[in-house]
């Protein structure tokens, strides 16, 4: 035998061993997953038989209104939040809609949170509530006590229900424990600075007042001016006597330099619509500002925000760009060559176009001291840290 034959047999030989070892470790993998098949049903169908393509699971049919519902619940209720007032939206659709199987469930609420988030300018505080109901409702299923395992979808579907409404009701009582967590930042004779309203804010000022501690409060009003939330607030305040006043943004700095000089140096608290993963902030348009006008004072901004606002969003910049990719329809600017009676025509129409009374900004991390949440005082960085034990 010539020293080429032998290396082609050697070489055949290998070739051979390799395959013989793939044959047996395929025959050997496929006795495996045939041992399990008791526990997963249809596993060996899956390797033993070309996958199939099927049909996504279709949302059943219901006359319910979702968004005509959650309009309905923003209105007549004006301490209800936006995530709060969509939670309970698809809690009343799933109540009111016929249902027989977990995948319709999933699916009707899929379908109908899609449609809620399209009705709105702004869909992030949204998002925040029918991301965390749907997280929400899948656990349950998972998670299911055993009493319920084998009974039948109604007595599931009743126990899900009944548990979304305790659901709901914790998330209300946020408010109260922020003002808790919060009240260690309003020192004795200290002065308070806000813009604009929040409902988390304001619980957390009345809480301090009715706590016995004495301070001063300015509200920064926004472009939409003098609100009627506003005056509530302010009058609310005054009758547990806090001296309040109010200043156009224009004047914020000069307001600033003319605060008395006290032991206790002012406090910037605001609200929040929703914190994204990076920690940056959803806020009322003019925040951004504010919050550049504390850091060059060196004056803390503290961030008022219920943890159910936290969204899954990482946004690149924090411009009108990243806002628009997270859905949000809104312009401020509109140019024009218009001039006299046509100037004066266009202005009139364009003050009822451009309503910046719902608009809004981002506010980035580095403008921020501390979230103050329901769960405790957050640094910025440690918003990805709870999203994920939110969610996983």
């Keep these: 035998m010539t020293w080429g034959m032998a290396l082609m047999w050697l070489i055949a030989s290998a070739l051979l061993m390799r395959w013989s070892f793939k044959n047996a470790r395929d025959v050997l993998l496929l006795r495996m997953i045939r041992t399990t098949s008791d526990s997963f049903p249809g596993t060996v169908a899956a390797f033993e038989t070309p996958p199939t393509t099927s049909k996504p699971s279709q949302s059943p049919t ?36 016929q249902l027989t199987t977990i995948s319709e469930t999933l699916s009707l609420l899929a ?60 998330a209300n009582e946020a408010r109260l424990k922020i003002a808790h967590y919060a009240l260690p930042f309003i020192k004795e004779e200290s002065t308070i600075i806000t813009y604009g309203y929040s409902r ?4 957390l000022l ?21 609100t009627d939330n506003i005056s509530q607030s302010i009058s609310k305040l005054r009758k547990l006597s806090i001296p309040t006043t ?28 929703a914190v994204l993963e990076n920690g940056s902030v959803v806020t009322e348009l003019g925040t951004h500002q504010i919050g550049m006008i504390s850091k060059a004072v060196s ?5 008022a925000v219920e943890s159910y606002k936290f969204v899954r969003n990482f946004p690149l910049g924090f411009g009108p760009l990243d806002l628009a990719r997270m859905g949000v329809k809104q312009d401020v600017l509109h140019f024009s060559t218009n001039t006299g009676s046509q ?34 005082i957050l640094t910025p960085k440690a918003v990805s840290e709870e999203l994920i034990k939110l969610w996983f």
């Design 200 to 203: 988390v804010v304001q619980t």
């Design 206 to 226: 009345t809480h301090a007042a009715e706590s016995g501690r004495y301070f001063n409060v300015i509200y920064i009003l926004p472009s939409a001016g003098f």
């Design 343 to 376: 100037a004066k025509e266009q202005s009139t129409s364009e003050s009822q176009l451009v309503d910046v009374r719902d608009m809004v900004e981002i506010t980035p991390p580095e403008l921020i001291d501390a979230l103050i949440t329901e769960n405790g």
């Design 62 to 97: 219901t006359d319910f209104d979702v968004v005509a519902y959650y309009n309905d619940l923003v209105q007549e209720d004006p301490t209800i939040t936006p995530p709060i007032a969509a939670i309970q939206a698809l809690i009343s659709l799933l109540a009111k809609t």
């Design 299 to 303: 004056m803390p901004l503290h961030i």
């Design 111 to 170: 379908t109908h949170s899609q449609k809620l988030l399209a009705s709105q300018r702004n869909p992030i505080p949204l998002s925040a509530g029918t991301e965390l109901f749907q997280r929400y409702l899948v656990s349950s299923f998972q998670q299911r006590p055993s009493s319920l395992a084998d009974s039948d979808f109604t007595t599931l579907r009743h126990h899900i229900l009944t548990n979304s409404s305790l659901f709901v009701k914790r």
């Design 246 to 273: 109010t200043i156009p943004l224009s004047a914020m700095t000069y307001a600033l330099a003319s605060l008395p000089a006290t032991s206790s140096a002012p406090q910037l608290i605001v609200g929040a619509s």
